[in-house]
């Protein structure tokens, strides 16, 4: 149902009391009039009888005048009495209810003996019998014809009393009772239909409102999946089903804006990762070309000295002198080897990617230390998972950064320690999942204000070193597509340092190079 047919039969349900109580007082005022239509007929049937009671008496008082001789034409008088007499009783009979006619009967009968006492005491008084027609009235006239007169008098106003004025009154009794009761019902009916009338306008309409508010304030702070209920099939349930229309399009449009902003930062992400390649690159461009100058500055001198000092060393016989040379050949060969790593660190390193076990590739990369470890007191444990998936990267570069790490690792324990290598399953990274290499120490470890420099290229705490290993291990993990994450500090349990590179399985996405500029050609003697 519609809600302004709601609103008409709740309208018209409310109405129907009011026409009701205007029907009954249309009703009440009919029976009124009818009552007071009847009193009136009452009062003018009472006069009629006055009148023809006055005629009847003024019949008797002509008799008497002409008894008295003083008015001979009292006698026509009579006649013309009579004749008014006459006309009021059938006026008066006219006027009577069914039930009254007995009054009526007895007035006639007082009338018929009137006229039959008149007749013979004329007659009595024009034969001389003056005495004799006086005697006549008296007993006829006086003493028994007007007392009973009298009586039908008192009888017909006492039916008149009873019949009027009180049977008004209680015929109003009536009405006002009756009217009474009615309006009574009517209340009642009003009542119900009032009550039901709200109920249905409540429930049809306030309700299904109210509840669209409620679902528009909730939609409007932002929960856009907030089920809109359509609770009737009228204009508010029209006007829910469009706003749930428009809550889904809502919904549908944050989705999109979502995906946009979700794309927007992928690619603002990988414009930052380019971005930062490119500093690296041009850092390694930079690098290369100081290398190269440095090492066409350093490497022909020391090579000359190195040389002139194993001349003098077989020609000198003075283990004093000798000590000193070799010293110098020491340190010569100890620079050309510095020289060499930032020759290979600034060079655009080949990348050949092949799959491999990462077995192989820690075995390898952990042998030639255990000699060195095992002279330093640290003991070496390597603990890898079994059934790895192998992972498709270059291995000499994979190796190279672990040799790094470890390295560094057993230089972080000059007193001994615990040096462990461990592999397992990463799921991390790539969707096919990947292997983390864990190299763990039990060093000093770093200070966690400098942890975020040490994979910088030059970046060392450690007197005498390059500051190239890390720097070194980091650039051929992510040149093989893995990551290079380092804890250390007080928040590792234990203490030391621990270094995971992660690598991609071999069926993951395949390792790109990192974006390198070659650094400037140089010669190299």
């Avoid at 089903?241 to 902003?261: G, H, I, P, Q, Y």
Wanted: charge should be neutral; glycine fraction near 8%.
């Amino acid at each position: 149902m519609t809600v302004r047919r709601k609103l008409l039969l709740g309208f018209t349900l409310m109405v129907i009391p009011a026409l009701l109580i205007g029907a009954e007082a249309i009703r009440t005022n009919a029976q009124e009039r009818r009552a007071l239509q009847a009193l009136g007929e009452n009062m003018a049937r009472t006069r009629t009888y006055a009148e023809l009671e006055d005629a009847m008496f003024n019949e008797s008082q002509v008799i008497w005048r002409y008894l008295s001789g003083m008015d001979p034409a009292a006698r026509r008088d009579f006649e013309v009495n009579r004749q008014v007499v006459t006309y009021w009783q059938g006026r008066w009979r006219a006027l009577l209810r069914p039930g009254e006619s007995d009054l009526a009967d007895g007035v006639d009968a007082i009338q018929r003996q009137m006229l039959l006492v008149a007749d013979s005491v004329f007659t009595l008084y024009d034969a001389g019998r003056h005495a004799d027609a006086f005697q006549l009235a008296q007993g006829e006239l006086r003493d028994r014809l007007q007392p009973a007169l009298q009586e039908v008098n008192r009888d017909v106003y006492r039916r008149a009393r009873e019949s009027s004025v009180r049977g008004a009154y209680a015929r109003l009794e009536d009405i006002l009772t009756g009217e009474d009761r009615v309006l009574i019902g009517i209340l009642v009916l009003a009542l119900g239909l009032g009550t039901f009338a709200s109920w249905l306008i409540a429930r049809g309409i306030a309700y299904p409102i109210s509840e669209l508010g409620r679902a528009m304030a909730i939609v409007g702070g932002g929960r856009l999946d907030h089920p809109i209920a359509v609770a009737s099939n009228d204009e508010v349930g029209e006007l829910a089903v469009a706003f749930a229309r428009m809550t889904e399009k809502l919904r549908e449009s944050r989705a999109d804006m979502l995906r946009l902003n979700t794309e927007l930062e992928a690619k603002v992400a990988q414009l930052q990762q380019t971005q930062r390649q490119l500093v690296h690159a041009e850092r390694l461009a930079s690098i290369g070309e100081m290398s190269a100058a440095v090492a066409h500055g350093l490497r022909n001198p020391l090579a000359s000295l190195r040389a002139a000092a194993q001349v003098a060393l077989k020609r000198t016989k003075n283990e004093e002198s000798r000590e000193h040379l070799q010293d110098i050949i020491y340190e010569a060969d100890r620079l050309d080897k510095r020289v060499t790593h930032l020759l290979d660190f600034s060079r655009p390193a080949p990348f050949h990617p092949l799959p491999d076990t990462v077995t192989r590739i820690v075995q390898d990369a952990v042998a030639p230390f255990r000699k060195l470890a095992a002279d330093r007191r640290v003991d070496v444990q390597v603990r890898v998972a079994p059934g790895l998936p192998d992972v498709r990267v270059d291995p000499v570069q994979v190796e190279q950064a672990l040799v790094e790490v470890l390295s560094n690792a057993l230089d972080a324990m000059p007193e001994g320690g615990v040096l462990c290598v461990s592999a397992h399953a990463d799921d991390a990274g790539t969707a096919l999942g990947g292997v983390a290499i864990e190299i763990s120490d039990t060093g000093v470890g770093i200070p966690e204000q400098v942890l975020p420099s040490v994979c910088e290229p030059f970046f060392t705490t450690r007197q005498g070193g390059t500051g190239l290993g890390l720097a070194t291990a980091k650039r051929y993990t992510e040149q093989n597509g893995g990551q290079l994450e380092i804890e250390s500090g007080a928040g590792r349990p234990g203490g030391g340092t621990l270094v995971r590179i992660r690598l991609p399985a071999a069926g993951a996405q395949a390792p790109r190079a990192v974006v390198e500029t070659p650094p400037a050609p140089a010669s190299i003697t």
